[in-house]
Antibody, heavy 117, light 111 residues
Framework: QVQLQESGPGLVKPSQTLSLTCTVS??????????WSWIRQPAGKGLEWIGR???????NYNPSLKSRVTISVDTSKNQFSLKLSSVTAADTAVYYC?????????WGQGTLVTVSS | EIVLTQSPGTLSLSPGERATLSCRAS???????LAWYQQKPGQAPRLLIY???SRATGIPDRFSGSGSGTDFTLTISRLEPEDFAVYYC????????????FGQGTKVEIK
């Protein structure tokens, strides 16, 4: 069974770039036809879809974040990554990575990222 | 972008009662690409329903999904203590490529 684990700095300064990695185990990130997604959740609030990358490498982003987001895959490390630039306090949230074929059937446990000086 | 509106915001019920949660889309969700998730405090969401009405692996049959077009429903036939949680709907149409969106959630709390 595939497992996902987020990693990265828990504290990022305003205006800097948030960088997170999702490590996939129990299966190859380049096999099958899956979407690999990032989703975030501010404390006490709902889920916000950030973007996805398909097995082919094509990406699709939330329009409200599109100008600041990049999602990429490193097949050699079986990882995919999120970069969010020019962060503000509004980007403070738990960030989840997930796998699915549209619906997300496998999720990481989530990692809290706080934006503060 | 398809906006999903869930109602009610909070549902106060007792164990053994029936829960009916609504998810309404601002435009038609293609091919019923609508999923439901359950989230408990401090945990990642768990997939319950996909394709509007198909239960995910290991999900008890007291959970059922229905609907099409713009109106979808998640029903929990008899609430168990472990069912008190927050529930989210998500649309995931991808052809042509489009953003995915989540509803704002419905909290099912113990009355």
């Amino acid at each position: 069974q595939v497992q996902l684990q987020e990693s990265g700095p828990g504290l990022v300064k305003p205006s800097q770039t948030l960088s997170l990695t999702c490590t996939v185990s129990g299966g190859s990130i380049s096999s099958g036809s899956y979407y690999w997604s990032w989703i975030r959740q501010p404390a006490g609030k709902g889920l916000e879809w950030i973007g996805r990358i398909y097995t082919s490498g094509s990406t699709n982003y939330n329009p409200s974040l599109k100008s600041r987001v990049t999602i990429s895959v490193d097949t050699s490390k079986n990882q995919f990554s999120l970069k969010l630039s020019s962060v503000t306090a509004a980007d403070t949230a738990v960030y989840y990575c997930a796998r699915g074929v549209g619906y997300c059937s496998s999720w990481g446990q989530g990692t809290l990222v706080t934006v503060s000086s | 972008e398809i906006v999903l509106t869930q109602s009610p915001g909070t549902l106060s019920l007792s164990p053994g009662e029936r829960a009916t949660l609504s998810c309404r889309a601002s435009q038609s969700v293609s091919s019923s690409y609508l999923a439901w998730y359950q989230q408990k405090p401090g945990q990642a969401p768990r997939l319950l329903i996909y394709g509007a009405s198909s239960r995910a692996t290991g999900i008890p049959d007291r959970f059922s999904g229905s609907g099409s077009g713009t109106d979808f429903t998640l029903t929990i036939s008899r609430l168990e203590p472990e069912d008190f949680a927050v529930y989210y709907c998500q649309q995931y149409g991808s052809s042509p490529p489009r953003p995915w969106t989540f509803g704002q959630g419905t909290k099912v709390e113990i009355k």
